[in-house]
């Protein structure tokens, strides 16, 4: 979870303490909601395309943690006009919103009949501006007059508060006449900075204030006509937006640019297309131009930042497709790495960012999120995804760049994240501002014993010792690249004791599988959990009990018919719908998936990919959100949804294409420039996949896979340089 959250379950009185950051929610939408995103700036509107006009979402244009627009809201002659549809771009570029008009009076007397008036709504972000659109036609026989109205305002509200933190006391707000077509609006924060934003309307409305504008118009019978609104931050690059037609092309030209060079995915399954059309489009939106590189934001609307743990894990997860994402990932974790110990910050030397903020209440400490260190899984998975990046590329100069904060991240697994020195990596928060359980499932009530006691003092989680693992190895083969023979013995030394260390403390005979954590005083917690597939993604498990955990994981107390649960119904604190102890989370499933092709259990992994298929084919707009309930599947009905669940969400959205690098085996060996396809399967619903632009240094291919019963035949279609394709079967 990317996440200052804690439990999205709502926890008891009790828990509240322990919950500072949990995100309420007190009553269903009234409409539902539409997220634009382009670098740091994303916008929340409504079905209707409003911003503040119905309750229940986190409606705003924000900009770094801070809300620049809180309401704009059109009506026509002080009247709410009528929805006949929105639909998002399928490469997210822009929303479009079909309104009509309703019956209109005056008077008591009928003056514009409903369904004669066509509105378009069209909105785009861009470079921190948000550009709309509003498009009129008359359909009617005569001419139609009314008032079309736009009502506004800000607040300048940090992401926090509008999650719903109280804060004692807030900067000053104020609004200004900046000319005949320009509001301004300005905050001066408790931090002595100045915000600002600023409304654009082209034409000039007939009447405007400081919170509407007026607009009369007049149409004959088939005549059009348009009004353009930009809302700017202070933080646009230019104070004077582009036209808006020159705008939306310079972003669609700029989105093309970007994903340049990615591979791109066909199959014969129209519905799967969809769904991989989707994610690579919500991906796109999610990834932010940084110093660094490109960077994913974690997801939309409370995690549009940077995130250690899940920038890593998408990067893992689109290593095949496009390994440039995981080198900027990479390169900005380094430049923010710890380099001081700061407890309010959760930070020691080496440790690697958990999350980023830039609002008010961060600057302030009202939240420690400004620069918060409290995972402690993002700098094992650092370590991982290094080493991952240099064995897909062959780039040694990034290595050699990155290799001063591997050997950091190295020195805190080694020493302060073992601070008892047992062997294992552990968690304790410095703090009570912190956050207090600090793996990927860190609701408060995510890690506990067989009983449902909550587990205290400082804690091991299985999968943490599982990515140490993975990472000291990748690490050793690191230091053979750079000619450090005796750093690479040393570290392959330490992951197989790791090994052997972990399955004596954590294998439990009685659940038949591995204990979520160790608690403070070493007592394994019995509970199955998801977090035993994930072991299978890293390689620490034993064959003859990886066999067990793969097994266990898709019999029905795990698997639902859609995914596989977080936790096993039968645990103690298994509830379907709560945040981390009993939902399904689709990046769980994808990196469970990896597991189960390492360890050659393709059977398993095509009924988990179907499983996920399905689900995405309900849902809407064929994406997956964050989570979703973990109810037991049933004939002719989707799955459940979780009610505040982050949708896009970037580790998400990377899922399907995870399910197909698992399912296909691909390797990557740059310094043969081969590629390979280990014990390749197709799953029942896809009988061809065309993979286009599959890139291997400055060599790339073309190919067709074809599903045969359970083989597959492969086909190159083209190549471009000296590379090999194979296929290995049965290691």
Same mark, same amino acid.
């Given at each position: 979870?990317?996440?200052?959250?804690?439990?999205?379950?709502?926890?008891?009185?009790?828990?509240?303490?322990?919950?500072?950051?949990?995100?309420?929610?007190?009553?269903?939408? $009234?409409?539902? %909601?539409?997220?634009?995103?382009?670098?740091?700036?994303?916008?929340?509107?409504?079905?209707?395309?409003?911003?503040?006009?119905? &309750?229940?979402?986190?409606?705003?244009?924000?900009?770094?943690?801070?809300?620049?627009?809180?309401?704009?809201?059109?009506?026509?002659?002080?009247?709410?006009?009528?929805?006949?549809?929105?639909?998002? +771009?399928?490469?997210?570029?822009?929303?479009?919103?079909?309104?009509?008009?309703?019956?209109?009076?005056?008077?008591?007397?009928?003056?514009?009949?409903?369904?004669?008036?066509?509105?378009?709504?069209?909105?785009?972000?861009?470079?921190?501006?948000?550009?709309?659109?509003?498009?009129?036609?008359?359909?009617?026989?005569?001419? =139609?007059?009314?008032?079309?109205?736009?009502?506004?305002?800000?607040?300048?509200?940090?992401?926090?508060?509008?999650?719903?933190?109280?804060?004692?006391?807030?900067?000053?707000?104020?609004?200004?006449?900046?000319?005949?077509?320009?509001?301004?609006?300005?905050?001066?924060?408790?931090?002595?900075?100045?915000?600002?934003?600023?409304?654009?309307?082209?034409? &000039?409305?007939?009447?405007?204030?400081?919170?509407? =504008?007026?607009?009369?118009?007049?149409?004959?019978?088939?005549?059009?006509?348009?009004?353009?609104?930009?809302?700017?931050?202070?933080?646009?690059?230019?104070?004077?937006?582009?036209?808006?037609?020159?705008?939306?092309?310079?972003?669609?030209?700029?989105?093309?640019?970007?994903?340049?060079?990615?591979?791109?995915?066909?199959?014969?399954?129209?519905?799967?297309?969809?769904?991989?059309?989707?994610?690579? =489009?919500?991906?796109?939106?999610?990834?932010?131009?940084?110093?660094?590189? %490109?960077?994913?934001?974690?997801?939309?609307? !409370?995690?549009?930042?940077?995130?250690?743990?899940?920038?890593?894990?998408?990067?893992?997860?689109?290593?095949?497709?496009?390994?440039?994402?995981?080198?900027?990932?990479? %390169?900005?974790?380094?430049?923010?790495?710890?380099?001081?110990?700061?407890?309010?910050?959760?930070?020691?030397?080496?440790?690697?960012?958990?999350?980023?903020?830039?609002?008010?209440?961060?600057?302030?400490?009202?939240?420690?999120?400004?620069?918060?260190?409290?995972?402690?899984?993002?700098?094992?998975?650092?370590?991982?995804?290094?080493?991952?990046?240099?064995?897909?590329?062959?780039?040694?100069?990034?290595?050699?760049?990155?290799?001063?904060?591997?050997?950091?991240?190295?020195? !805190?697994?080694?020493?302060?994240?073992?601070?008892?020195?047992?062997?294992?990596?552990?968690?304790?928060?410095?703090?009570?501002?912190?956050?207090?359980?600090?793996?990927?499932?860190?609701?408060?009530?995510?890690? @506990?014993?067989?009983?449902?006691?909550?587990?205290?003092?400082?804690?091991?989680?299985?999968?943490?010792?599982?990515?140490? @693992?993975?990472?000291?190895?990748? $690490?050793?083969?690191?230091?053979?690249?750079?000619?450090?023979? *005796?750093?690479?013995?040393?570290?392959?030394?330490?992951?197989?004791?790791?090994?052997?260390?972990?399955?004596?403390?954590?294998?439990?005979?009685?659940?038949?599988?591995?204990?979520?954590?160790?608690?403070?005083?070493?007592?394994?917690?019995?509970?199955?959990?998801?977090?035993?597939?994930?072991?299978?993604?890293?390689?620490? /498990?034993? =064959?003859?009990? $990886?066999?067990?955990?793969?097994?266990?994981?898709?019999?029905?107390?795990?698997?639902?018919?859609? *995914?596989?649960?977080?936790?096993?119904?039968?645990?103690?604190?298994?509830?379907?719908?709560?945040?981390?102890?009993?939902?399904?989370?689709?990046?769980?499933?994808?990196?469970?998936?990896?597991?189960?092709?390492?360890?050659?259990?393709?059977?398993?992994?095509?009924?988990?990919?179907?499983?996920?298929?399905? &689900?995405?084919?309900?849902?809407?707009? +064929?994406?997956?959100?964050?989570?979703?309930?973990?109810?037991?599947?049933? %004939?002719?009905? *989707?799955?459940?949804?979780?009610?505040?669940?982050?949708?896009?969400?970037?580790?998400?959205?990377?899922?399907?294409?995870?399910?197909?690098?698992?399912?296909?085996?691909?390797?990557?060996?740059?310094?043969?420039?081969?590629?390979?396809?280990?014990?390749?399967?197709?799953?029942?619903?896809?009988?061809? /996949?065309?993979?286009?632009?599959?890139?291997?240094?400055?060599?790339?291919?073309?190919? +067709?896979? +074809?599903?045969?019963?359970?083989?597959?035949?492969?086909?190159?279609?083209?190549?471009? *340089?000296?590379?090999?394709?194979?296929?290995?079967?049965?290691?």
């Amino acid at each position: 979870m990317p996440s200052e959250a804690l439990s999205q379950a709502a926890p008891s009185r009790e828990a509240a303490a322990e919950s500072p950051f949990y995100i309420p929610m007190t009553a269903p939408a $009234a409409r539902p %909601r539409c997220a634009l995103k382009h670098n740091d700036t994303f916008m929340v509107v409504d079905s209707h395309g409003d911003i503040g006009a119905a &309750a229940g979402g986190p409606d705003g244009l924000f900009h770094a943690d801070t809300r620049y627009l809180a309401r704009l809201e059109l009506k026509l002659d002080d009247m709410q006009p009528l929805l006949l549809g929105s639909n998002l +771009r399928d490469d997210n570029s822009a929303l479009t919103v079909d309104l009509t008009n309703p019956d209109i009076y005056r008077g008591g007397r009928l003056v514009l009949a409903k369904d004669l008036l066509h509105i378009l709504r069209t909105m785009f972000l861009w470079q921190g501006t948000a550009y709309q659109r509003i498009g009129l036609e008359n359909h009617g026989e005569s001419t =139609a007059c009314f008032d079309l109205v736009l009502e506004f305002g800000n607040d300048f509200a940090d992401l926090f508060e509008v999650r719903g933190n109280q804060r004692p006391r807030r900067g000053a707000c104020s609004s200004r006449m900046l000319s005949a077509h320009e509001i301004g609006f300005d905050y001066r924060g408790l931090d002595g900075v100045v915000r600002s934003s600023v409304l654009h309307f082209d034409p &000039a409305p007939a009447r405007l204030t400081v919170h509407r =504008a007026r607009y009369h118009i007049e149409l004959a019978p088939g005549q059009s006509t348009s009004v353009f609104i930009a809302a700017t931050s202070d933080q646009a690059p230019v104070q004077r937006p582009m036209p808006f037609f020159r705008s939306l092309l310079a972003h669609r030209r700029e989105m093309r640019r970007d994903t340049a060079g990615t591979t791109s995915i066909e199959t014969s399954n129209n519905i799967f297309n969809e769904i991989v059309c989707r994610s690579m =489009a919500d991906l796109t939106m999610l990834m932010t131009a940084t110093p660094q590189g %490109r960077y994913p934001y974690a997801g939309i609307p !409370w995690y549009s930042t940077t995130f250690g743990r899940d920038g890593l894990i998408t990067a893992l997860q689109l290593l095949w497709i496009d390994p440039r994402i995981a080198r900027g990932v990479l %390169r900005r974790l380094a430049a923010h790495q710890a380099v001081a110990v700061d407890p309010l910050n959760d930070a020691e030397p080496g440790k690697i960012l958990h999350e980023m903020r830039g609002g008010e209440m961060a600057a302030l400490r009202e939240v420690p999120f400004a620069h918060y260190y409290g995972s402690v899984d993002a700098t094992p998975l650092f370590v991982l995804l290094a080493g991952l990046y240099v064995e897909r590329t062959g780039d040694d100069a990034t290595l050699r760049e990155l290799w001063p904060a591997i050997e950091a991240a190295l020195r !805190w697994i080694d020493g302060p994240g073992d601070a008892d020195g047992d062997g294992f990596v552990e968690y304790q928060r410095a703090t009570e501002q912190g956050l207090a359980n600090q793996g990927w499932k860190d609701s408060y009530d995510a890690v @506990f014993h067989a009983d449902g006691r909550l587990a205290e003092g400082s804690i091991a989680l299985a999968e943490v010792q599982g990515y140490v @693992f993975a990472g000291k190895q990748l $690490a050793a083969r690191c230091a053979r690249r750079l000619g450090l023979p *005796g750093k690479a013995e040393a570290l392959q030394r330490q992951a197989a004791q790791l090994a052997e260390r972990f399955e004596e403390a954590f294998w439990c005979d009685d659940i038949g599988s591995y204990a979520l954590a160790l608690d403070g005083a070493k007592q394994p917690c019995r509970v199955r959990s998801s977090n035993a597939g994930q072991l299978l993604f890293t390689g620490i /498990v034993r =064959a003859d009990r $990886a066999q067990q955990v793969a097994a266990d994981l898709m019999r029905p107390h795990f698997f639902s018919g859609w *995914g596989i649960r977080t936790i096993a119904r039968g645990e103690a604190r298994y509830n379907p719908m709560s945040y981390h102890n009993g939902s399904i989370w689709p990046h769980d499933n994808a990196l469970i998936a990896l597991g189960l092709a390492r360890y050659g259990h393709k059977h398993l992994l095509d009924q988990l990919f179907k499983g996920l298929f399905e &689900a995405a084919s309900y849902l809407e707009a +064929r994406r997956l959100p964050e989570l979703f309930c973990g109810f037991a599947r049933e %004939r002719r009905r *989707g799955p459940t949804l979780y009610p505040v669940a982050c949708a896009p969400q970037a580790w998400a959205s990377a899922t399907p294409l995870t399910l197909l690098e698992a399912a296909l085996g691909i390797e990557f060996d740059p310094g043969r420039d081969e590629i390979r396809f280990v014990n390749p399967r197709l799953p029942s619903f896809l009988n061809e /996949v065309v993979l286009r632009d599959l890139r291997l240094g400055k060599c790339s291919a073309d190919l +067709r896979v +074809r599903r045969h019963n359970d083989d597959v035949a492969l086909e190159v279609l083209r190549t471009e *340089g000296q590379i090999r394709i194979s296929i290995v079967l049965a290691r």
